[in-house]
């Protein structure tokens, strides 16, 4: 039996994360979430979970990778290491939208399941992505303001099971109306999302172009100027 053996980079949000599947088993993660420091972290944490699995860079099979929506920063960072190793290594890579790996855990095959995934964005707003149990997506990703009947046009008369996944639950809960039966399932991405998928995809040869394959920002980077005066003396002319 080959052995597949994957690599998942999570770093779209807060957490950096990276985990090892053998033929879709996990045999091994690392999660840190401090500061956001992905840039300083990820790498390390690649080798100190190489190290305790026993496995070397050469033995892996492709790299998946979670390409957003999420943070601007932890995206290219994620997405300069995985494109590094593929390169040097000279295996595939395999990319995720962040909301579709943490729907992939409430998966039921079921056409009258409605899986809402939600991410926290900016302020009140939300990445969102609507899907059915098979996961076939019903509303690509976009930033959406929640209000009461934001799920009115997902919902059919044969619906029988609606989850609210991601880390925007409590927002969710707030704004959706209590009447409807919805189970929520507050998580944070983390690269055993992405695990759901990765064998299938792998296996069926779903791969994506390293040099050219897109991340999902949704939105272009929030950039502040910086309040600090400028110390150089203004040249003026004469």
Known sequence: ???????HIETSGDMCSVCLTVNGEVIGQKNATKDRSHSKRLTLLIQELLTGCEVSLQDLSAIVLSKGPGSYTGLRVGSSVAKGLCYSLDIPI????????IASRYRDRSTDTVIISMLLARKEEVYLQVLDGNL???QQTLPS?????LLDPY???NTNRIVVCGNATE???ANLPEKLSIDYQTTQPTATDLTHLSLEMYKTQVYDDIAYFNLDYIKSPNITKSKKKNLTTPIVKK
């Open 1 to 7: 039996m080959e052995k597949i053996l994957l690599l």
């Open 94 to 101: 395999i990319t995720l939208n962040t909301l579709t790996a």
């Open 136 to 138: 076939k997506i019903i």
């Open 145 to 149: 303001q929640l209000s009461v009947g």
């Open 155 to 157: 919902l059919k008369s």
């Open 171 to 173: 927002l969710a809960k």
